[in-house]
């Protein structure tokens, strides 16, 4: 050890700053890195000191090395034995330490140059006993140089907190020792050290040191660079937190976890222990679950014996706050039914995939059977008072997936399980057999089923090369479809070679005429091994064997198994001149379509090489909803186009999937180049709502905007938020806007209110009513029922209600209906028929209950022939009003939080409360009690829907679409 106490120049002779406590166990090549981060720091006065667990690669000669090299400034130590673990280094790292504040440093990672002067700084000002930066996680492996900060939602701004209760996140989620300064009389007054002899030291030194600081400061300052390796070489150790195939590992965890537990208990904080329950389910355990399907049945007893303990010390209500997969998982671990709780994981792992044929029970969906009629597993001994009921109403609670909505799923819109159940090899052929998962019996017994099996070689964004196979047998097993295959990989398996190195599987699945894909999930550890030999394209000298692996989502794939000659030839290749001018060419290349494919270039083709081509004559571009439907005013516009004969040619834009957009057009996907330069050479734009608002409309293109309703809340330019922005900010606003040669209005309130609000100049407004309305006006005369109603299923005997409110932002694109569906449906079930429409960017899920009652018809993107299929209308802020008014009939107007949409969000143009044409109610009861009789509100609203229909729609006399289609378009007709 240096003792050498002078100073190198510039820096006073004393008590240091910080004192940096430097970490080493056989990490000889990265030590000197770490120490120069600490050296190189802003704040110049900084100790370092090293400590080693007894290393045996010359660690400790390095760090006496840089002692000697840097006296005064770095001082190194050994310990006599190695301890295994971080925590006694640690510890007598803080018993040298000489400086008024530590911070702790591996020897693998680095501080951020001004990580001592900012949490120095931030400890004097605020007299904080802990300091906590932002740590980074650098992937230096990673071809881009990836990083992702740390929790940074906890590092948002300075913050002081009195105590850490302030902020239960901190504790719950940064348990990092390595990224915090602290003030060392603190660490020596309360007698904090690391535990030693056990891993996850971290936790509980965190959780002892944030509950004991009488002030903590977090800065959002960049503090701690965590350098982690994706990809780790066969001769690096892996480091402890990642040794999860060691049973004591887990163990090690746990302990932990029950002494933080206890710390808090001792304190009095159970509402910290809650959030950290919250934590450990959606986390901490899932860490280890995902690894039991690769581990044998002595491991996952042991593992399910060592978590049952600790599980029953969760606070119940904390599985209400976690995703149902998790709380499930959790619950069948503690049940110890592996049966439900290996399918369960596989969702964990692969969150779209339904592993249980679920069950359905009392109008529920629960993922199993088991554990709902019967005791729940309560320990004898048990004294909380809970009863056998009581234990089934929790798992009940828990195995709940209705909200998920699996029962609302066709087949091809299911990723189903499928468990390989056999593998064999023999004379090239691989002979396999699996059982696939048939959720609450959608595949019923009597359908007709095929299969293929499908090798595709592994390549990102493409399946470039597939090879198909046969499934020779399908058979029908109630809950699961049992298959079985052969495939003849040598003789039909024809790799590139080294191009495709892995090759994956999935079985396509038909039933009567519907396909859904599915994956094969290694069922049991071990169950795929062998070698089979294949005839690759580039000769056998490259590679000629191939043998099966299981992904780290479980799936099995096959893996080319090269010639080590090649593979030596291949490495000397790569990391040679020729690989590193090939990874060169790679990267320019790579970064290159970056460039050509990125939203500016795009912009740039558009205005700089579309937009000088001539315009083609009769070109018409038609979009509704940004791309997402084919609906609305657009597609009324189109039809009647088409009704008429006209000859012209239809570009329609999509976003996601291209179904149900019209076979007679040219389909493109929205932003892709051929949707740009259809709208540069475009005679007509037709559209309900903006085309990208970066792209200039060429003189010689005619915008037809049809928009999408009337306004009852405020738009445009007069809702706050846009009177907030900036002058340049609103220009640019203004030049989307005045993109329009043409604005569709239906009312003089749309003048008063859209018109305005956008700021459009008279000559744009074109007063023929939307084209959308035209089949409404023509609905009031009609005495037929729609033939949707058959298509629905309804009954002739019923009457339809349509639920259509406004758009909700909830944090989530799941609505949450809000009245009690299931007393609706009981209550009116036998007289109405209910149809929920969620807004496009929202979806709901209703309970298998009211099935028949209740109908979710949502995916329905044109929402006229619903309007004219309802004998009644319930909704609360949604424009749909206006349009529905030309029917009618009775509407209802579900306002429950009527005082918070009005006056907390961006107002409204009018009070529906005085102009509303039918009951506008507050309370479920009251909706109940104004349902009773439709023909009752018929006649008591009557007069005021003719007024709301005169004010909001009165150039809606329906033909609105020939109008548009005779002033704009009618030179196109055929001669």
Request: charged share 30%; aromatic share 10%.
């Amino acid at each position: 050890m240096n003792m050498d106490l002078r100073q190198p120049p510039g820096v006073s002779v004393g008590v240091p700053d910080i004192s940096v406590v430097v970490i080493v166990y056989n990490d000889a090549s990265r030590l000197p890195t770490a120490v120069r981060s600490v050296l190189e720091q802003t704040l110049r006065n900084v100790e370092v000191v090293i400590v080693d667990d007894r290393s045996t690669d010359g660690s400790y000669e390095v760090a006496e090395r840089l002692a000697a090299e840097h006296p005064g400034r770095v001082r190194a130590f050994r310990l006599p034995e190695n301890s295994g673990g971080c925590g006694a280094p640690r510890n007598h790292g803080i018993a040298q330490a000489r400086g008024t504040y530590v911070v702790f440093l591996d020897s693998d990672d680095v501080l951020e140059r001004n990580a001592c002067r900012n949490m120095l700084e931030a400890a004097e000002t605020t007299g904080a006993d802990l300091v906590s930066g932002l740590c980074v996680r650098v992937h230096v492996d990673s071809r881009g140089g990836k990083e992702v900060k740390w929790y940074p939602w906890l590092y948002p701004r300075t913050r002081t907190l009195e105590s850490v209760s302030e902020l239960p996140d901190l504790l719950v989620f940064d348990t990092l020792s390595t990224n915090k300064c602290y003030r060392r009389e603190f660490l020596l007054e309360r007698g904090l050290q690391f535990p030693v002899g056990i891993h996850y030291e971290d936790l509980l030194f965190s959780a002892q040191a944030y509950v004991a600081a009488r002030r903590i400061t977090l800065i959002p300052n960049r503090v701690y660079d965590w350098n982690v390796v994706e990809k780790p070489t066969l001769s690096a150790a892996k480091s402890i937190s990642n040794r999860r195939h060691e049973i004591a590992n887990f163990a090690h965890r746990m302990e932990i976890h029950r002494r933080v537990d206890q710390l808090l208990a001792e304190q009095g904080l159970l509402a910290l222990k809650f959030h950290k329950d919250v934590k450990f389910l959606k986390h901490d355990l899932v860490l280890h679950l995902r690894d039991l399907p690769f581990r044998d049945a002595s491991y996952r007893q042991e593992f399910a014996s060592i978590a049952r303990d600790y599980l029953d010390s969760i606070d119940r209500a904390a599985f209400d706050e976690v995703e149902p997969i998790h709380a499930i998982c959790a619950y069948l671990l503690r049940e110890s039914d592996w049966d439900n709780l290996l399918p369960a994981v596989d969702t964990l792992t692969n969150r779209d995939k339904i592993s249980s044929p679920l069950v359905e029970r009392d109008g529920r969906i629960y993922w199993c059977a088991e554990h709902l009629d019967g005791h729940d597993g309560e320990s004898e001994g048990d004294s909380d008072g809970e009863g056998e009921g009581e234990g089934d109403g929790f798992a009940r609670q828990v195995l709940d997936v209705t909200e998920l909505g699996y029962h609302t799923k066709p087949v091809e819109k299911m990723f189903l399980r499928n468990a390989l159940t056999d593998y064999a090899e023999s004379a090239g052929t691989v002979r396999l057999a699996g059982r696939i998962t048939n959720p609450l019996g959608v595949i019923p017994p009597g359908a007709r089923l095929t299969g293929e099996l499908e090798f595709s070689a592994r390549r990102k964004g493409v399946r470039f090369q597939t090879f198909r196979f046969p499934v020779a047998t399908l058979r029908h097993e109630g809950e699961t479809i049992a298959w079985e295959a052969s495939a003849d990989l040598t003789k039909g398996l024809r790799p590139l070679g080294i191009v495709d190195a892995v090759w994956d599987v999935r079985l396509h699945l038909g039933v009567d005429g519907a396909r859904t894909t599915t994956r094969l999930t290694a069922s049991e550890p071990g169950i795929a091994a062998g070698r089979l030999p294949v005839r690759p394209r580039l000769t056998r000298l490259v590679a000629d064997r191939i043998e099966p692996e299981i992904s780290s989502r479980g799936h099995l794939c096959f893996r080319l198994v090269s010639r080590e000659k090649v593979d030596a030839f291949v490495a000397r290749g790569v990391h040679g001149a020729p690989g590193r001018l090939a990874k060169s060419g790679y990267r320019k290349a790579k970064s290159l379509r970056k460039r050509l494919t990125s939203g500016d270039t795009k912009i740039r083709l558009y205005h700089e090489a579309f937009s000088r081509l001539p315009v083609k004559k009769g070109l018409v571009v038609f979009e509704s909803h940004l791309g997402r439907q084919y609906s609305d005013s657009p597609r009324a516009i189109y039809e009647e186009m088409r009704r008429q004969g006209l000859e012209f040619e239809a570009v329609w834009s999509y976003t996601g999937s291209p179904t149900g957009f019209p076979s007679d057009a040219t389909l493109v996907r929205r932003w892709s180049l051929p949707y740009l330069k259809a709208l540069a050479q475009a005679e007509f734009w037709v559209d309900n709502q903006s085309y990208p608002l970066k792209l200039t409309k060429r003189p010689e293109t005619t915008y037809i905007q049809t928009w999408h309703g009337s306004a009852l809340k405020r738009m445009g330019f007069d809702e706050p938020e846009w009177k907030l922005k900036s002058r340049r900010q609103q220009q640019a606003q203004q030049r989307t806007l005045d993109r329009f040669d043409r604005f569709l209005i239906r009312s003089e309130h749309d003048v008063r209110t859209l018109a305005r609000a956008f700021r459009l100049k008279e000559k744009t407004l074109l007063r023929v009513g939307y084209p959308r309305n035209d089949a409404l006006v023509r609905a009031r005369q009609a005495s037929e029922r729609p033939p949707l109603a058959a298509e629905l299923g309804i009954p002739e005997n019923k009457k339809v209600l349509l639920y259509a409110p406004t758009f909700r932002h909830q944090g989530q694109r799941r609505f949450e209906l809000p009245f009690d569906v299931e007393r609706f449906a009981d209550t009116f079930g036998d007289r109405y028929v209910l149809l929920v429409r969620s807004h496009y960017l929202n979806h709901v899920v209703l309970p298998p209950s009211v099935r028949g009652r209740v109908i979710d018809v949502s995916a329905h993107h044109d929402v006229t022939p619903l309007l004219t299929l309802a004998d009644g209308l319930i909704t609360d802020y949604s424009s749909v009003m206006f349009d529905y008014a030309l029917l009618d009939r009775p509407m209802f107007f579900f306002a429950y939080d009527y005082e918070e949409y009005v006056y907390e969000g961006r107002g409204t143009y009018f009070d529906l409360l005085e102009r509303a044409p039918g009951p506008v109610v507050r309370r479920e009861d009251e909706l109940h009690a104004v349902l009773g009789s439709l023909e009752e509100q018929a006649v008591k609203y009557a007069v005021a829907r003719e007024r709301f229909t005169a004010d909001f729609g009165e150039y809606d006399k329906g033909n609105a679409a020939q109008g548009v289609v005779d002033q704009f378009f009618s030179q196109w007709r055929r001669a």
